[in-house]
């Protein structure tokens, strides 16, 4: 798949906003991978892809993750929409030519994962600190994403523990063990 097709199936797959929230995630990651000596075009698919199941309702994100046959645990099933549009997007994708690492950065770049890999790690933040992003914090993670990747990855780990813990939101069990995994 190329890089104009991604952008082409997002594109038909998402609103206009989700799009360029893609768009911009693509760029961003495509540029942490150039720093990291990553694959730049595993990065930019995944970058245009990652979101295309984000629009779904959630009865329509259960049903497709059953008939693939992806997990659904008790916090999959609590918030469909925030959890299984990453492995759903992975899953759907499967077979259409994408490596195994662009495969892996779609899947995992909402809760992340113990053992990521690199193109994996440069989604993950590119997503949460795009330059459409605009939260407390996310200009310090923009200055890790530059200085050291996986001190970028444990940092919005750590943020993402800390809003779902201050919302009282339950926590994915991937995303806890990469925290602990950045942080032993």
């Given at each position: 798949?190329?890089?104009?097709?991604?952008?082409?199936?997002?594109?038909?797959?998402?609103?206009?906003?989700?799009?360029?929230?893609?768009?911009r995630?693509?760029?961003?990651?495509?540029?942490?991978?150039?720093?990291?000596?990553?694959?730049?075009?595993?990065v930019?698919?995944?970058?245009?892809?990652?979101?295309?199941?984000?629009?779904?309702?959630?009865?329509?994100?259960?049903?497709?993750?059953r008939?693939?046959?992806?997990?659904?645990?008790?916090?999959?099933?609590?918030?469909?929409?925030?959890?299984?549009?990453?492995?759903?997007?992975?899953?759907?994708?499967?077979?259409?030519?994408?490596?195994?690492?662009?495969?892996e950065?779609?899947?995992?770049?909402?809760?992340?994962?113990?053992?990521?890999?690199?193109?994996?790690?440069?989604?993950?933040?590119?997503?949460?600190?795009?330059?459409?992003?605009?939260?407390?914090?996310?200009?310090?993670?923009?200055?890790?994403?530059?200085?050291?990747?996986?001190?970028?990855?444990?940092?919005?780990?750590?943020?993402?523990?800390?809003?779902?813990?201050?919302?009282?939101?339950?926590?994915?069990?991937?995303?806890?063990?990469?925290?602990?995994?950045?942080?032993?």
């Open positions: 798949m190329t890089v104009a097709e991604a952008e082409a199936i997002a594109r038909a797959r998402v609103s206009r906003k989700l799009a360029e929230h893609s768009g995630v693509a760029a961003y990651a495509a540029d942490l991978a150039e720093r990291w000596d990553v694959d730049r075009e595993d930019l698919l995944a970058g245009w892809l990652h979101d295309i199941c984000k629009e779904l309702d959630a009865a329509a994100m259960l049903a497709r993750a008939a693939l046959g992806l997990p659904i645990g008790p916090v999959e099933a609590a918030r469909p929409t925030q959890l299984l549009h990453a492995p759903l997007a992975a899953a759907e994708l499967g077979g259409r030519g994408l490596s195994q690492a662009c495969l950065a779609i899947a995992c770049h909402t809760t992340g994962r113990a053992g990521m890999g690199p193109a994996a790690r440069c989604l993950y933040v590119a997503d949460a600190a795009e330059p459409g992003r605009s939260y407390q914090g996310v200009e310090r993670l923009r200055e890790l994403a530059v200085a050291d990747l996986d001190a970028a990855v444990a940092e919005s780990a750590g943020q993402t523990l800390m809003h779902l813990v201050h919302r009282g939101a339950p926590i994915h069990p991937s995303s806890v063990e990469l925290y602990n995994e950045l942080h032993l």
